[in-house]
Structure formats: structure tokens, C-alpha cells
């Protein structure tokens, strides 16, 4: 399946160092491979291959290399050096692509040795917006009861997509999360996993799940950090014009894998058109360089909307999602009075779409693949 940054990816590649990062078994080392396909002579190393790291720390790849592919090469001691001094020294036919684990989005903020040499691309999981023109298109409840990673929601049996997502469950906790960062307690980050799985869509309190796991409020809140860090889950935050106070609010965790939720199907619903808004919001930051946030809003007597797409810590679209009824709500109603900015309620299951005093209230399907 063709994904959606592989173009831009090909235009950038011309131009700089192409990162792409993301959650695990997203399809990042199938995207880079099948842009190497199309070069005459590529070159895939990956740093966990005893084999491959030996070629790697010498630089042993041959000089007319047209696309040198290395995989998780952030492992490696001194990898950002490492890289700028290859990058620095090629010879001008050959491009240079780096895709690994989330981590490598983490560790690539950290240091200016990389300043001006490469473009990041973030690989999410598909959505009705990618999907678009494909087989599959129009899937959307494919989409919410197996997400968009690519071997769950492609595979015909839906047996075969459980055992895939129980085994990528317990990896992601007993590799990627232990690989990751020492954790003493692994049976409350387990716990803290758990109760994130069944709070999709409420704004989480650090203090609430800290007495229920037994543990510390800053235990939990460095947990939900690790596992942000490794594309496990994403944090939504209330927006406000000072976005140091928005830092503090309570934020709302969300899983990129939308099989992962452990509730009611409005809220997988709504953990699914999060992923979409997410992958829209970081597609126009890969692309267009600018700031664009996802957010949600409350108020201090609890009136609330779901999701807010921000421009530079300014509101463009409030998302109110409904999985069964078409009922107005009187939040999105008041927040678009008070901001008079576009405003949607999204609905899995709606008979006609319509438009009531400033807000629509759209079919979801056709809104999510026009993202």
C-alpha cells in the first residue's frame, strides 16, 4: 500500500537527511525499502545486525551508494555526530534516510549536531484519509475495531489480527518500555497502561491514578511520558492562550493503536478520529513547517469539546464526536458563539448531515477522508 509522505519523502530526500520515526511496526522499514526500490543501488543496514553494525562503524558501504538506508542507528554511541560526519563527507549522488523506533524522535531533539541537515517525517497509522482510493476504502469500522498499524487491520482474519495486537502488547512492555528507560515497578506500569486503556477520552488526573495504582503522581506522570515518548500514546491538552497554564491542566491520553482502547465504542470512536486528527495535525507540521497543535476545550464549570485544532495558539476548528445520535451538543454550540470560528459534530451513524445555528453536524466517514 502506497502511504501518504512518500512523495514529499523523495523530494526531501534530494535536499537533506530524511528521518522517519513513529510507533513501532507502523510500516517505517517498509516505506524506506520501497523508496529504495527505485534507486539502482541501495544500501539497507540495521544497527541491531552484528553484521550490519560492523559495515556501519566503518563506513564500509560502497562509494557509489545512491540510497544508504540505516535503521536504528540511534542505538548507536554517538550516533548524531556519527551521522553528520557521513553526511558531511558523501559523495553528492548518495541520499541518506534514518528510520527507527520512537525513541529517535526523543533523542533527535536533543543537541544541534544535526541543526539544518535533515527533514522528519512521522509515520502514523492509516486512516480514512489514506485509505481513500484503495481496497479498503471507507472501512471505518475496520478502522475502529482493529486500527490503522498495517498487518492487524489488512489481514482478512480477524483471529489473526487479536493474536497480532496481544503480541505487540506485551513487547511493547517488556521490550520497548525496559529498553527504553529502567522502570523498578513494572506491575505499575503495567497498572498505569491498564487504567489509561479504560479512560480514553476523560481528562486524566495524575493524583486519581497514582492512589489506584499505589504509587507517586510524578511515578505516573513519568510513566505516561515514557510511553508518549515511544509513540505507545499521545496526550491532548486544553487549550488556553497561555499555554503554560494549558501545560498544567489535566491533559487526555489517547492510544495510536486504536485496538488497544478497552471500553465503550464511543470511545473507540473517538480514540480513532483522535489518531486521524493527530496524524492530519503532525502531517501539516512534516510538510509545512508551521506550529499546529491538537487540543481540546474546557471550561471551569466542565463544559467541554473533544478536539480543537490550534494555528500558531489559535483555535481554527473545534470536533465534537458522537458515535449514535445527532442530538446538538450544547458545548460545541456555546464554545463556537464564543470563538465564531468553524465548528463540527462528527457522527459514526447519521442519516443526514445538516446544519444547526453555526455548527454542522457531519457524517464522519466522509469528513475523516477529506482530512
Not at 509515520?123 to 490503522?148: C, F, Q, V, Y
Not at 498495517?150 to 495486537?165: H, K, Y
Not at 499505589?214 to 497561555?242: C, D, M, W
Request: with cysteine; net charge positive; proline share 3%.
Amino acid at each position: 500500500m502506497r502511504r501518504l509522505q512518500e512523495d514529499q519523502i523523495r523530494k526531501d530526500l534530494e535536499k537533506k537527511i530524511v528521518f522517519i520515526v513513529g510507533p513501532r511496526q507502523v510500516g517505517k522499514t517498509w516505506l524506506a525499502l520501497n523508496i529504495g526500490r527505485t534507486f539502482k543501488k541501495m544500501v539497507y543496514l540495521n544497527y541491531d545486525r552484528m553484521e550490519d553494525r560492523r559495515i556501519i562503524r566503518e563506513e564500509a558501504w560502497l562509494g557509489d551508494t545512491e540510497l544508504l538506508i540505516l535503521d536504528e542507528i540511534h542505538k548507536m554511541q554517538g550516533w548524531k555526530r556519527f551521522l553528520k560526519g557521513v553526511y558531511d563527507t558523501r559523495p553528492a549522488s548518495m541520499r541518506i534516510m534514518v528510520t527507527g523506533s520512537a525513541r529517535l524522535d526523543t533523542f533527535r531533539r536533543g543537541g544541534d549536531s544535526l541543526a539544518g541537515r535533515f527533514f522528519a517525517h512521522h509515520l502514523m497509522p492509516l486512516s480514512l484519509s489514506e485509505l481513500k482510493g484503495t481496497n479498503h476504502a471507507a472501512e471505518i469500522d475496520r478502522l475502529i475495531e482493529r486500527g490503522g498499524f498495517l498487518e492487524p487491520f489488512l489481514t482478512e482474519d480477524s483471529v489473526d489480527a487479536d493474536r497480532w495486537r496481544m503480541q505487540y502488547h506485551d513487547s511493547l512492555i517488556r521490550e520497548d518500555i525496559l529498553d527504553f528507560e529502567r522502570i523498578h515497578d513494572l506491575r505499575a506500569m503495567r497498572l498505569v497502561m491498564e487504567l489509561l486503556r479504560n479512560g480514553v477520552g476523560s481528562p486524566v488526573s495524575y493524583a486519581s491514578i497514582a492512589r489506584d495504582v499505589g504509587t507517586a503522581p510524578n511515578t505516573v506522570k513519568k510513566y505516561i511520558q515514557i510511553l508518549e515518548a515511544l509513540f505507545i500514546v499521545f496526550r491532548v491538552i486544553p487549550h488556553s492562550r497561555n499555554i503554560a497554564r494549558s501545560l498544567l491542566k489535566e491533559p487526555k491520553i489517547y492510544f495510536y493503536d486504536n485496538g488497544l482502547v478497552k471500553k465503550d465504542p464511543g470511545a473507540r470512536f473517538e480514540n480513532m478520529v483522535a489518531v486521524s486528527l493527530q496524524k492530519h495535525v503532525m502531517g501539516l507540521i512534516d510538510t509545512l513547517g508551521k506550529i499546529h497543535e491538537l487540543r481540546y476545550l474546557r471550561t471551569k464549570d466542565g463544559r467541554e469539546v473533544d478536539f480543537c485544532l490550534v494555528e500558531n495558539n489559535t483555535p481554527t476548528l473545534m470536533i465534537e464526536t458522537k458515535f449514535a445520535h445527532a442530538h446538538l451538543s450544547t458545548s460545541l454550540l456555546g464554545f463556537q458563539k464564543k470563538y465564531g470560528i468553524r465548528a463540527v459534530q462528527l457522527v459514526r451513524h447519521l442519516k443526514r448531515e445538516s446544519q444547526k445555528t453555526g455548527v454542522e453536524i457531519r457524517e464522519a466517514r466522509g469528513f475523516l477522508e477529506d482530512l
